[in-house]
T-cell receptor, first 114, second 113 residues
Framework: SAVISQKPSRDICQRGTSLTIQCQVD?????MFWYRQQPGQSLTLIAT?????????ESGFVIDKFPISRPNLTFSTLTVSNMSPEDSSIYLC???????????FGSGTRLTVV | AQTVTQSQPEMSVQEAETVTLSCTYD???????LFWYKQPPSRQMILVIR??????QNATENRFSVNFQKAAKSFSLKISDSQLGDTAMYFC??????????FGGGTRLMVKP
């Protein structure tokens, strides 16, 4: 299965600022997925990132708030913009490698906005 | 749209005992995958076991096994010989060819010494 390096692992940020989260995969994958996990909750899909095209956002998530880049088949970033305390969550990236066995997840970024 | 329901928000089990976590789902699809993921306090989502809907045989991975009832749309996880390291959140998840992974609400499992 693929190995994903996600960073930062955690951060504490001031409201109104932005944070960019990076995910690097050790193999080429067509789609990368970004999830948000609010405290004590399950995972919610933010968007799907394809290389060379605009990301596809789920209902309730917009590009201005969560811009995503996908410059190549092994890398993606998610930016959380103009943060408020309500953005305090764990953010995870995920891929479904070829020879599908299951989704692999990054180690997550714990974001606290103060 | 698919939905996944985990009816047990929290469970506990004594070390070395067996515990079963419940999951039901709703779909009109015939071909799909079901998963159980484990999320310890480290936040890492770890794939525990998967089941392909077209396979009648229940999947097993060491101490972990599933009871897959396709007609009833039920997919429970049995953990045998529970260990302290099994303490975690467990998420049931559904996947179909639309490339969407849908999660249940999770079950927090505590293994007591």
């Amino acid at each position: 299965s693929a190995v994903i390096s996600q960073k930062p692992s955690r951060d504490i940020c001031q409201r109104g600022t932005s944070l960019t989260i990076q995910c690097q995969v050790d193999s080429q994958v067509t789609m990368m997925f970004w999830y948000r996990q609010q405290p004590g909750q399950s995972l919610t899909l933010i968007a799907t990132a394809n290389q060379g095209s605009e990301a596809t956002y789920e209902s309730g998530f917009v590009i201005d708030k969560f811009p995503i880049s996908r410059p190549n088949l092994t890398f993606s970033t998610l930016t959380v913009s103009n943060m408020s305390p309500e953005d305090s969550s764990i953010y995870l990236c995920s891929v479904a490698p070829q020879g599908f066995y299951g989704y692999t997840f990054g180690s997550g970024t714990r974001l606290t906005v103060v | 749209a698919q939905t996944v329901t985990q009816s047990q928000p929290e469970m506990s089990v004594q070390e070395a005992e067996t515990v079963t976590l419940s999951c039901t789902y709703d779909t009109s699809e015939n071909n799909y995958y079901l998963f159980w993921y484990k999320q310890p306090p480290s936040r890492q989502m770890i794939l525990v076991i998967r089941q392909e809907a077209y396979k009648q045989q229940n999947a097993t991975e060491n101490r972990f096994s599933v009871n897959f009832q396709k007609a009833a749309k039920s997919f429970s996880l049995k953990i045998s010989d529970s260990q302290l390291g099994d303490t975690a959140m467990y998420f049931c998840a559904f996947y179909n060819a639309g490339n969407m992974l849908t999660f249940g609400g999770g079950t927090r499992l505590m293994v007591k010494p």
